[in-house]
């Protein structure tokens, strides 16, 4: 389950993301219509980001320092990275949609190695053809019907662009170690996981 800090932290990358997209102030209801959280969450990610330095209040119109628009620039560089990543294999609805999900937990260097496989995303293989003990970046997470289950993914820190290594494979169970964390995922979760070899 998503902690409130995180969905704070969420809230306020998204308040950021679009005050830098419609390169303007905003009402806080035009904040609140657009971000679908409860209005205490809205009111105390404004608090934060205000306390931050990132932006400012004045008369319930909501705009950017100048600290705020290089981080908003940033978050915005990184969704459109992953937008255009997901293009390749997405519609755009799909493609914003897993850009907007994933642009909240990514690194840096996973946002590097993105950009390095886009050309080769083609070349990937289901982890499932993938062999033992060998190291690899995933390529893809291709799991189209359940918007819910890609999220889930996701937040428990599998994504495009992080290093992957099969450590075991038990009846349609695969032990996966990435970064310091060790998963097991069921075969029908693992076939959606497209690795490319290092």
């Given at each position: ?40 969450l809205i ?44 293009k390749k ?34 070349n990937a ?74």
């Amino acid at each position: 389950m998503t902690s409130e800090s995180s969905i704070l932290k969420i809230v306020k990358e998204d308040i950021l993301r679009d005050l830098v997209e419609r390169k303007s102030r905003l009402h806080v209801n035009s904040i609140k219509a657009k971000i679908n959280v409860s209005s205490f969450l809205i009111s105390k990610a404004l608090k934060e980001l205000e306390k931050e330095g990132l932006v400012k209040t004045r008369k319930d119109l909501i705009s950017l320092t100048v600290d705020g628009k290089e981080k908003s620039k940033n978050i915005l560089r990184k969704h459109l990275i992953l937008e255009n990543y997901f293009k390749k294999t997405f519609d755009e609805v799909t493609a914003h949609r897993r850009a907007h999900i994933l642009e909240h937990y990514v690194s840096e260097e996973v946002i590097r190695n993105i950009k390095k496989m886009h050309t080769l995303k083609e070349n990937a293989i289901p982890s499932t053809n993938f062999s033992l003990k060998k190291e690899g970046l995933i390529a893809d997470i291709n799991i189209t019907k359940n918007h819910n289950l890609f999220e889930r993914i996701v937040s428990m820190g599998i994504f495009p662009g992080n290093r992957i290594e099969i450590l075991a494979i038990i009846p349609d169970i695969f032990v996966v170690k990435i970064g310091n964390k060790k998963f097991a995922l069921a075969r029908e979760i693992s076939e959606e996981i497209k690795i490319l070899e290092i």
